[in-house]
């Protein structure tokens, strides 16, 4: 089960903080990601992070804008969001993938992960 939490409304230029806490059985967890869903838009990938090697990945529109972190620990995964503007608005998902290790031709795909969270809704306005 995967909790996410940190959404909320913030004003153009500022960040807010993504945070996303795996429950149950979290030893299998190959790695983590952030998606984002906009109204009526496909969702997207935005970053992941590979548990094993410590693999980084972004979109390119988020790069040098969102930092991807985690705490291997609490088996969480945290999304810092810098410079927010109006087209950041989204549910922003967390997902993970337990069925096998996440490479870098499949970590952007939605279907690559097997549990999402709830999603939380960041709202960006100008």
């Known amino acids: 089960q995967l909790q996410a939490s940190g959404g909320g409304l913030m004003m153009a230029g500022g960040s807010l903080r993504l945070s996303c806490a795996a429950s149950?059985?979290?030893?299998?967890?190959?790695?983590m990601g952030w998606f984002r869903q906009a109204p009526g838009k496909e969702r997207e990938f935005v970053a992941a992070?590979?548990?094993?090697?410590?693999?980084?990945w972004y979109a390119d529109s988020m790069k040098g804008r969102f930092v991807i972190s985690r705490d291997t620990a609490k088996n969480a995964v945290y999304l810092q969001m810098n410079s927010l503007n109006p087209d950041d608005t989204a549910v922003y998902y967390c997902?993970?993938?337990?069925?096998?290790?996440?490479?870098?031709?499949?970590?952007?795909?939605?279907?690559?992960?097997?549990?999402w969270g709830q999603g939380t809704l960041v709202t960006v306005s100008s």
């Open positions: 149950g059985e979290t030893f299998s967890i190959y790695g």
């Open positions: 992070f590979k548990w094993s090697g410590g693999y980084i």
């Open positions: 997902a993970a993938r337990k069925s096998g290790a996440l490479y870098a031709s499949t970590y952007g795909r939605p279907r690559t992960y097997d549990y």
